[in-house]
């Protein structure tokens, strides 16, 4: 199975910041990357796919890049409402495996 | 509007079976392959499998597929997960999404509780 470990466990960061999230594949998964944000008692909602494409309706302060096997998350400016975990996902390879996620709290 | 709702969760005893269903709406399901993806109380997301249009290709995580089992029937919207011999550890949120890209609608999730 691909690993995928994502770091840090958890963050906390004020209004108007910048946060990065990251995830490294244990191999290539070829840009086959997805972003959820879970915010407590919801489902999982889907921000990115294919490691840089914004799915619709998602604020354009979010953004996906790749490094290799190395995935990033970046939050720009920070909202109140951005509190929340946020899990990436390969869907390269089956089983398609979650990180373990990122808790981000805002100050 | 999709939507796509869980049902059939609720407390169960260990080494029972149960099936959850999920029912889709406002999309062609029967154009789309659907998953299920579980996530046990206070932890991350754990990927199920996922089934294709017709049902003829399923992909299960491995240390599952002994015990579960992914139908769906096309002319009634509905994706189904079957559960058997039922322990402590299977106790979670059970999420069924739509594999778009990969998955871009959740239902709601229903809890599964395994507990004597």
């Known amino acids: 199975d691909i690993q995928m470990t994502q770091s840090p466990a958890s963050l906390s960061a004020s209004l108007g910041e910048t946060v990065t999230i990251e995830c490294l594949a244990s191999e290539d998964i070829y840009s086959n990357l997805a972003w959820y944000q879970q915010k407590p008692g919801k489902s999982p909602q889907l921000l990115i796919y294919?490691?840089?494409s914004l799915q619709d309706g998602v604020p354009s302060r979010f953004s996906g890049s790749e490094s290799g096997t190395q995935y990033s998350l970046e939050i720009n400016s920070l909202q109140s409402e951005d509190a929340a975990t946020y899990f990436c996902q390969q869907h390269h390879d089956y089983p398609f495996t979650f990180g373990s996620g990122t808790k981000l709290e805002i100050k | 509007e999709v939507k796509l709702v869980e049902s059939g969760g609720g407390l169960v005893q260990p080494g029972r079976s149960l099936k959850l269903s999920c029912a889709a709406s406002g999309f062609s399901f029967n154009d789309y392959w659907m998953g299920w993806v579980r996530q046990a109380p206070g932890k991350g997301l754990e990927w199920i499998g996922e089934i294709n249009q017709d049902s003829s290709t399923i992909n299960y995580t491995p240390s599952l597929k002994d015990k579960f089992t992914i139908s769906r029937d096309n002319a009634q919207n509905t994706l189904y997960l079957q559960m058997s011999k039922l322990g402590s550890e299977d106790t979670a949120i059970y999420y069924c999404?739509?594999?778009?890209?990969?998955?871009?609608?959740w239902g709601q999730g229903v809890m599964v509780t395994v507990s004597s």
């Open positions: 294919d490691a840089s």
């Open positions: 999404a739509r594999a778009g890209i990969p998955f871009d609608y």
